[in-house]
């Protein structure tokens, strides 16, 4: 990773982008890809696509989601406690003790989400972390005076961690899930353009909002690109530390290389294509299984309009949905060099159907 994409995925890691909220999380990554494209797009909703040989008829999507979990106020107390619910999968037992941004028209408002000390806790009755007891502390001592700070129900909170590196291979922070997916394609983007690779098709760099309450962004871009194929990036749960059971969500290792899921939602034939570009090109792969649907934007992009063929290239992730996510470099690296490299050795006009 050089200075420049080091630079951007902190920048881009650091900011907040709350499902609904990603405008400005958007407008960093549509910087940095506007000179690696001929143009772009961006709806209503706030999804983004970067296009590459705009005028070509045959239409290639790459694509991550934008958004991160979050939380809303729901509600203030006369003594000035906030109550929040959730935006997304956001996780309750994580929440005590957590610094976080609450975000208003006047600003960010710091704030903490409280926790009865130990001492006056009774061990054996003890009440877990749950959305009906937790809250958020922001000094002050009335709702109006909540209020007069810019908070108001609707307010949208992120928590304050931020991007660290690890024992020189991990990056470690909140929401890489899923804007490492976002860097990734960017990074494609980047090295297509100094490389000077040309495609001859229609490439679109798709970064989708509000994957994380329904893959909603990309049903929306996906039935206004129309694309003949999609390759989609997200993460996936790592299943070596302890408290994960293999046999329930398979075998997968961060360090092992990109992982390549089978399912319904997948174009069999895609994943084959796929699969065969990371064996010509020796980059290390991982299999993975889902029951019925893959829990990503894949499966708006395949089951969007007539039909999408679609594969889904996972990046291993430790954590997922807390503030200390985990991936290591190398596979990072690995799921880049798979997308460009599959990019390359795609034919305009590729026909997958099963059945001609």
Request: net charge neutral.
């Amino acid at each position: 990773m050089d200075k420049k994409s080091k630079q951007f995925l902190y920048e881009y890691l650091n900011n907040a982008s709350p499902t609904g909220f990603e405008s400005s999380g958007q407008r960093i990554w549509l910087n940095y890809i506007k000179p690696y494209v001929n143009q772009h797009i961006v709806d209503v909703y706030g999804s983004v696509a970067g296009i590459i040989n705009p005028k070509a008829s045959y239409k290639v999507v790459i694509e991550a989601h934008a958004d991160e979990i979050s939380w809303f106020v729901n509600y203030i107390t006369e003594e000035g406690y906030i109550y929040v619910r959730r935006n997304g999968g956001s996780d309750h037992q994580i929440a005590p003790s957590k610094r976080v941004n609450i975000h208003t028209d006047k600003g960010i408002v710091k704030g903490v989400f409280g926790w009865p000390a130990i001492h006056v806790r009774d061990a054996a009755r003890e009440e877990p972390p749950t959305l009906k007891n937790i809250f958020i502390d922001v000094g002050a001592e009335s709702k109006k005076e909540v209020e007069s700070m810019g908070v108001h129900v609707g307010c949208v909170i992120t928590f304050e961690d931020e991007l660290m590196e690890m024992n020189s291979n991990w990056l470690v922070g909140r929401a890489l899930d899923n804007r490492m997916g976002g860097f990734m394609i960017a990074e494609v983007a980047r090295r297509l353009s100094e490389n000077k690779k040309k495609v001859p098709f229609a490439l679109y760099v798709v970064n989708a909002v509000q994957e994380e309450i329904g893959l909603r962004g990309a049903e929306m871009i996906s039935r206004r690109i129309k694309p003949d194929l999609a390759i989609c990036t997200d993460v996936t749960h790592d299943t070596q530390s302890p408290m994960y059971n293999k046999k329930e969500s398979g075998n997968l290792k961060s360090g092992a290389g990109p992982v390549l899921c089978y399912g319904p939602a997948v174009q069999t034939n895609v994943l084959k294509m796929v699969t065969e570009t990371a064996q010509k090109r020796k980059i290390p792969f991982q299999r993975q299984a889902v029951s019925r649907s893959t829990g990503t934007d894949t499966d708006s992009f395949a089951y969007s309009s007539e039909g999408v063929a679609s594969a889904l290239i996972s990046l291993p992730l430790k954590y997922m949905h807390t503030t200390v996510e985990m991936v290591h470099k190398e596979d990072v690296e690995n799921v880049i060099t798979l997308i460009y490299e599959f990019i390359l050795q795609l034919k305009s006009g590729h026909d997958f159907r099963y059945l001609k």
